[in-house]
């Protein structure tokens, strides 16, 4: 139940392409979803963030769509760039973070 | 910009030795954190702090694990004795406060090796 589920684990993307990356959780007491990105070397850094009751947020290239009732909530990067190129963890939070596995995005110039 | 500091930034030591992580939150921060970051995973929470108190210690090995934030401000994670699967980044974050959709920030971790 505490479990937040990511897929893929890897996503190869062309320069000016969709990156999506999605994520599943059990406990509807999870009141807060974050997007964490994370470069070689460096600590996460928070992307993005959602709160349950709002069914998608839009911050420049970066989207996250939520959905309530399949508790499902995916990370959307429009026109991906190099620079991207990280690993991106999905998060959930009921009194503490719990934190997806991971996925490993390369986006090819 | 502020930032959470860690020390040291690698460390390699043998199974059965101790070694003891520093971190230094953003001024301020009343949260602190200590996650282990297993490679290919994400963080797991090992404890937090509210101040100079222990809010969630439920994650941590406290056989082997003891973390403490003395005067509220600075802390420090000590392993004693290290074991091979202990191996791991060791991350340190940081919020204004434990609840509220506060952001957290994270440091650059201390990567350790055991061998």
């Known amino acids: 139940q505490q479990q937040v589920k990511q897929s893929p684990q890897s996503l190869i993307v062309q320069k000016g392409g969709i990156s999506i990356i999605n994520c599943a959780y059990e406990?509807?007491?999870?009141?807060?979803f974050p997007w964490y990105q994370q470069f070689p070397g460096k600590g996460p850094a928070l992307l993005i963030a959602i709160r349950p009751d709002v069914s998608e947020k839009k911050e420049g290239r970066f989207t996250i769509s939520f959905n309530k009732s399949a508790k499902q909530f995916s990370l959307h990067i429009m026109d991906s760039q190099p620079g991207d190129s990280a690993t991106y963890f999905c998060a959930a939070r009921r009194n503490k973070l719990i934190f997806g596995t991971g996925t490993l995005l390369a986006v090819q110039p | 910009e502020a930032e959470v500091a860690q020390s040291p930034r690698y460390k390699i030591t043998e199974k059965s030795q101790a070694v003891a992580f520093w971190c230094d939150p953003i001024?301020?921060?009343?949260?602190l954190y200590w996650y282990r970051q297993i490679l290919g995973q994400g963080p797991e929470l090992l404890v937090q702090?509210?101040?100079?108190?222990?809010?969630?210690d439920s994650q941590l090995p406290k056989d082997r694990f003891s973390a403490e934030r003395l005067k509220g401000v600075d802390s420090t994670l000590k392993i004693q004795p290290a074991e091979l699967g202990d191996s791991a980044m060791y991350l340190c974050a940081s919020s204004a406060h434990g609840q509220g959709g506060n952001e957290q920030f994270f440091g650059p971790g201390t990567r350790l090796t055991v061998l």
């Open positions: 001024s301020g921060h009343a949260t």
């Open positions: 702090f509210q101040d100079e108190s222990v809010v969630d």
């Open positions: 406990n509807t007491a999870f009141d807060y």
